[in-house]
């Protein structure tokens, strides 16, 4: 397996949300952390926090289910840009998730963002995932 910290991270919540557990443990990066802030900020979890063991360093993420049969909050999350093919966009160009009911995650030159934020600030860049 490679060095992919974006994807492994997605295949965790994905698994996680298809067994529907309720935590998930990661192993902690910038871009994980800033990743975990933005699903937070969006609604898609309850909580995460950073975890120390030994010198590695674990974020936990609390995830958040809806309703009797605990249905997931995040329906779908999917890869966009890939180590093999990376996938950029100016501001003009990013596309809407789902009509906007979604968020893409962005990097940009001013960090990690969602596509409104980066259409508000008028800056592209490479498209992470999709969220819904």
Known sequence: ???DTIASMITSIRNANLRRTKV????????TR???KILLREGFMESFREHQEDKNSFL???LKYRGKKKKPQITTLRRISKPGLRIYSNHKEIPK??????IA?????QGIVTDR???QKQIG??????VW
């Open 125 to 130: 860049g490479e498209i992470l995932c999709y």
């Open 24 to 31: 998930v443990q990661i192993p902690a990066t910038n871009t």
């Open 60 to 62: 936990v993420f609390t």
């Open 105 to 109: 995650i962005l990097s940009t030159s």
């Open 1 to 3: 397996m490679g060095n």
């Open 117 to 119: 934020e980066a259409r």
């Open 97 to 102: 998730v789902l009509g906007g009911i979604g």
């Open 34 to 36: 800033d990743i975990g």
